[in-house]
Structure formats: C-alpha cells, structure tokens
T-cell receptor, first 112, second 111 residues
Framework: DTAVSQTPKYLVTQMGNDKSIKCEQN?????MYWYKQDSKKFLKIMFS???????INETVPNRFSPKSPDKAHLNLHINSLELGDSAVYFC???????????FGDGTRLSIL | QKEVEQNSGPLSVPEGAIASLNCTYS??????FFWYRQYSGKSPELIMS????GDKEDGRFTAQLNKASQYVSLLIRDSQPSDSATYLC???????????FGSGTQLTVLP
C-alpha cells in the first residue's frame, strides 16, 4: 500500500564504500526526486526525473549518480562515501513537475 | 538572502490557541506554495497547497498568500499537542521545476 517506498530505511557503512538506495512509487506519477536532509533539517533537492529523463541536477558531487530504469523507479548510487554524506535521503514523486510532491519514509545514511 | 525564509523557532503555543507560521520568499515570479508537516524522524507530509492570493481553509488549517508582499503563512486553529512538529514552507519559483524549501519552524503545542 505504501505510495513511495525506499530501501533500505537505515544504512550504516564505512567511509570509502559504495552504496545504493532504491525508490519505487505506485502512484502512477511521472516525476520523481531525490532530496538530502542534513542534521539541521534543511531539505535540499539533488535530482529530479520526469518520465525517466533527468530534468534537475543540482550542484551535487559526481560521486552521486541517479538512475531511473522506468518512471516508477528512481535509484541513487553513491561512490566513495564520505563523512559529510551522512544525512537522511528522501525520495519523492509528483504527478508532474507542477503538482505537490509526496515523500517516502527516508533512508538514514550514517558513515563511520 | 535565502530564497525561502522561515523563523526557525521554536514556537510554543498553549493547547487550543492559534499557531501562526510565517514564510517569505525572494522569487517574485513564484507560482506554487506548499506547507509540509514533518514529525521528528518522519518524512514531510503535505498539509496545504495554495496558488492564488488570499486565504485557503482546510479544517483547522488556513494558508494565506500575499504575492505582492512575497509572504505565505499557515494558521493552525485550536492547536493540539499532536500538531507539535516542524513545518516546512516550500515554494516553486516562476521558472523553476523544483521546490525550494525553507529551513522549517519547530512548533510545540503545550498541553
């Protein structure tokens, strides 16, 4: 029943590792997003895909690479993890780029 | 100047009072405005959207938009302890496809 689901919910890993976070939405939405929320709760857009096409690519290190195999899925791969990558990563989706966004439960990434 | 500014709080109100949350934005061409509620450790949840000047009411929540003043607010009537959360203002700029979020206002409703 979950509209926007992310896995894993928690991710604890060592600095330098590579990890992926997966996101799926069953709302039939065309647009999906990745956000990063830091310890001060500031929510910042990272990427957005519309119908599998990248439309927003904010200033993010190229260690972060999104991939959208179809419009219901948007995954995030992170190479060479650094301490500063520790945050909560939220996936979201919307009907189109003008409609309200609905968020997943978040992935809490901790780098040791 | 931040694109979307909110008073970080914390804002404390007694149960039953009106909580008033404010947000200003810098892009005069902004068209869409949203309020999200985020409980600690949870994801943001959309509670209100507003697109034109004036007031929009939904239950105990009223969103107010004044584009001339570049100001959007959220009023919560009859505040309940369950309303205690961080409230995020989000604005979609005139030419932007993404939302820009404020840093959030932490609201505590005291029983």
């Amino acid at each position: 029943d979950t509209a926007v689901s992310q896995t894993p919910k928690y991710l604890v890993t060592q600095m330098g590792n590579d990890k992926s976070i997966k996101c799926e939405q069953n709302l039939g939405h065309d647009t999906m997003y990745w956000y990063k929320q830091d310890s001060k709760k500031f929510l910042k857009i990272m990427f957005s895909y519309n119908n599998k096409e990248l439309i927003i690519n904010e200033t993010v290190p190229n260690r972060f690479s999104p991939k959208s195999p179809d419009k219901a899925h948007l995954n995030l791969h992170i190479n060479s993890l650094e301490l500063g990558d520790s945050a909560v990563y939220f996936c979201a989706s919307s009907q189109d780029t003008n409609q309200p966004q609905h968020f997943g439960d978040g992935t809490r990434l901790s780098i040791l | 100047q931040k694109e979307v500014e909110q008073n970080s709080g914390p804002l404390s109100v007694p149960e039953g009072a009106i909580a008033s949350l404010n947000c200003t934005y810098s892009d005069r061409g902004s068209q869409s405005f949203f309020w999200y509620r985020q409980y600690s450790g949870k994801s943001p949840e959309l509670i209100m959207s507003i697109y034109s000047n004036g007031d929009k009411e939904d239950g105990r929540f009223t969103a107010q938009l004044n584009k001339a003043s570049q100001y959007v607010s959220l009023l919560i009537r009859d505040s309940q302890p369950s309303d205690s959360a961080t409230y995020l203002c989000a604005v979609r700029g005139g030419s932007a496809r993404q939302l820009t979020f404020g840093s959030g206002t932490q609201l505590t409703v005291l029983p």
